[in-house]
């Protein structure tokens, strides 16, 4: 397999590019559709816990992390600028801000790579339901939106 990547890192850099690129689609789609109202946030948590979960970026991002891999670096900048791509799509009916972005970002992708590396053995020792990060999430996200809603409609009738 090296031969045609040169260096098993070689190997690692493209199959960690193909892996983040697959997760910052989900994110950035999800986001986009839930501003557009035509997803809901069970339906972005799922998306995004779901790409964490079955294409094993979690689990690279967890081995990267521990290696101390500059892999990541991309990742990360690539995250920085998505808040910016995002709002930059403007949709009727946006429930948030480029400023509010990064933290709802973050609000659904920490919680899906941690569940992604421990979540199920975690969720078992604790005798929580399967779903019980998902669900706690996506309370969050909802109750953030509500919030943002509010502020929205009081200062539209002001």
Known sequence: MTHHFGTAANLQAAVADVLIEQLLFGVRN?????????????DLVDLVFDVFEETGVGRLIGFLSASGSTLLRPLFERLARLSREIAAD??????FTESELPTIIESVVTPALSASLIGAELLQALDLEPFHTRERVVRHLAAQRAIRGI???GSSSG
């Open 30 to 42: 999800g986001t986009c559709a839930l501003k557009a109202g035509t997803i809901d946030e069970a």
């Open 90 to 95: 403007q949709q009727e009916g946006s429930a």
């Open 151 to 153: 502020e929205l409609k």
